[in-house]
């Protein structure tokens, strides 16, 4: 009898990724022959990654990716590499970052979860920990990257704070997210920050259909020499993006999105309504 080594998903972040692989084949009915062919690598070589007696490669997870038909997803094996490779984070994040605690302005908009600047800690560590539990990352890679947003909200707490434009999707305030405290909580935060002088928060409600500017999340950060920088994220990768030609058309379209959101008033009393209504 062949002896299988056990794995202890929680131990490390290539442990976790060895112990996926091996479910997902597992789940299949594959042996390492068989799925060997299918992603390019040796059934040895598979062994080692699963066993984390060798380290992922970019390769190796996008091919992993197409055989079992998690490319673009959430549960993709590319976006844990990439979440390996950085902490948790996204390849192209940490240069973001970077500008955002510098920047005089923020645009941002989101989609199904309320911004991570506005998350508070048992939100944010909800979303985390359903990362968790979808095997995509560990629980310290979680808490780490809690940690790392309450530091990014800290650091726009100064004597010269910058200005704070938000537009959410109304499906932001739907989404449910840790159970009902959570999310009466979560809502409340933003009527707080709502009333903050720099903070300019709009909802854009399902009405707007096909006049929705934005289909994922964008961010847009004016620098003090009124630069741009753009970031986005796809599933697997962050992207900044500093070339005029590329963000300005952003800016635009991000500005019309405001024209056609809420009022800030209007959106106010939506949160508010909408969190009174919660247990």
């Not at 131990?11 to 062919?37: C, K």
């Amino acid at each position: 009898m062949v002896n299988i080594k056990q794995l202890n998903p929680e131990s490390s972040p290539r442990a976790a990724f060895g112990a996926r692989i091996r479910r997902y084949r597992e789940e299949r009915g594959w042996s390492q022959d068989v799925l060997a062919p299918k992603i390019g690598y040796s059934s040895q070589h598979i062994s080692a990654v699963e066993t984390v007696r060798k380290p992922p490669t970019l390769r190796f997870s996008r091919n992993s990716d197409q055989a079992f038909g998690t490319t673009g997803t959430a549960d993709s094996f590319e976006r844990e590499y990439a979440e390996m490779r950085n902490g948790s984070m996204l390849e192209g994040f940490p240069e973001y970052v970077g500008y955002e605690g510098r920047a005089v302005e923020l645009r941002i908009y989101n989609l199904g979860l309320i911004p991570g600047l506005l998350q508070t800690p048992d939100y944010a560590r909800a979303v985390a920990y359903g990362d968790v539990e979808r095997g995509a990352i560990t629980y310290e890679q979680a808490d780490e990257r809690v940690a790392r947003l309450e530091q990014r909200q800290a650091a726009l707490v100064r004597p010269q704070p910058p200005m704070m434009f938000v537009v959410m999707d109304e499906s932001c305030l739907h989404q449910a997210v840790g159970g009902p405290e959570v999310m009466n909580a979560q809502l409340r935060r933003l009527e707080e920050m709502a009333a903050r002088p720099n903070w300019i928060i709009q909802v854009a409600p399902f009405s707007l259909g096909e006049r929705r500017a934005f289909f994922l999340p964008v961010n847009l950060l004016t620098m003090v020499d009124r630069s741009i920088v753009a970031y986005a994220e796809s599933q697997a990768q962050g992207y900044v993006e500093r070339e005029t030609s590329v963000v300005a058309p952003m800016f635009t379209t991000y500005h019309q999105l405001q024209g056609e959101a809420l009022s800030k008033a209007a959106s106010v009393a939506k949160i508010s309504k909408l969190r009174k209504g919660t247990p």
